[in-house]
């Protein structure tokens, strides 16, 4: 049987609509890749001609901004695939993707999921959902950006990445961000971001120790980001 049959990308994604044919047929053209930690898996402008799936490892995608620095857009985890919109526009990528971790994808070239989207009407439907879903989470971080406050974004981005990639053993974020990258994905300055964590830190909201990150009150933390 074919590895890809198993697979957890399979599993949470749209290729859980493939049978076992296609499955076979995907995993004769596929390609796996072993991505670096700080490695590019695809920059922005680049035409793809294909999608990433992630077996293993979390990378961002980035926007860059006029001013030339990257805003983080979204993060991906494991089970999920990178270039759907792309493939179906037939443009190229409008984000980078970088590895925030050393990761494992496999790369399926475009010519072969074509084909599905021709034999495969529910497969059809799934990619349509997923990238549904990709416009309502960014229509409801442009909202974020616009009515919240940076206190709350900050609030709201520690409870997502503790209930999406879970805790260490110790209790701290499984998901370690650099202050900056932290930033981009609140939409403030470095500096502004550094001085919050520093004040919830006093306010015993968070535990701060180094890069490392504990959420002491999330009951708090919840009623700060409503």
């Not at 949470?12 to 049978?19: D, G, I, P, V, Y």
């Not at 494991?78 to 994808?105: C, F, H, Y």
Request: hydrophobic share 40%; with cysteine; net charge neutral.
């Amino acid at each position: 049987m074919s590895k890809c049959e198993h697979c957890i990308v399979r599993e949470f994604s749209s290729l859980k609509a493939l049978n076992k044919e296609e499955l076979v047929k995907m995993a004769e053209c596929k390609t796996s890749v072993t991505i670096k930690k700080g490695d590019l898996i695809f920059e922005e402008g680049e035409n793809v001609n294909g999608i990433y799936c992630i077996k293993d490892g979390i990378c961002k995608l980035t926007k860059l901004s006029p001013n030339g620095k990257d805003h983080i857009v979204k993060l991906v985890k494991k089970g999920e695939l990178l270039g759907q919109r792309s493939l179906i526009s037939d443009e190229p990528v409008n984000l980078s993707a970088t590895a925030l971790e050393d990761m494992e994808v496999c790369f399926i070239p475009k010519s072969e999921i074509m084909g599905f989207f021709d034999s495969n009407n529910q497969f059809s439907m799934n990619v349509m959902k997923t990238i549904c879903g990709d416009l309502k989470e960014a229509d409801d971080i442009m909202v974020n950006l616009a009515q919240k406050s940076v206190k709350e974004r900050l609030a709201i981005t520690l409870l997502y990445l503790e209930e999406t990639f879970g805790k260490n053993e110790d209790n701290s974020l499984k998901i370690q961000l650099s202050r900056d990258e932290l930033a981009s994905m609140i939409g403030t300055a470095t500096e502004s971001c550094i001085r919050l964590l520093s004040e919830f830190n006093k306010l015993d909201l968070v535990e701060l120790n180094g890069k490392k990150i504990i959420l002491k009150n999330v009951g708090k933390l919840k009623k700060m980001a409503e």
